[in-house]
């Protein structure tokens, strides 16, 4: 991996300090490998970027946006920024902020089927029905 601008990396761990409710209740989804054991990074500085979730081993990067990327030029500069990483392989999801508390199950499940196709893993145990963890 390239080292990265001292400038980048300064930016990233002030960012991690003053995270929004959204970030903070994402991440605790996500840190520790809770999720499924795969391993998230958060603020996680890419070429000239600074991802918000990034998973190295399924190359996934899940954004969580507020009000302020309904604006059109905001739209282009996170088309851009999408299309930089997917010239790389990093596959971009992109939430709501204010969608994470009403639709937890609906993202929580788009992110398990991209991370499934990506880096393919065995369910978890407690997530088999009770019948194929007694045959186990």
Partial sequence: MLKQAPTTTRLARNLRKRDSWAERLL???????????????????VGPYILDFF???????????????????????DAERDSYLESRGVKVLRFWSSHLRREREAICNTIWEVLQERAPRPMPSYCRSGKATAKA
């Fill in 27 to 45: 991440w605790s989804w996500l840190r520790n490998r809770r999720f499924a054991s795969y391993k998230f990074r958060r603020q996680h500085p």
């Fill in 55 to 77: 998973c190295v081993e399924a190359r996934l990067n899940i954004e969580l946006d507020g009000f302020q990327h309904g604006h059109p030029s905001r739209r282009r500069e």
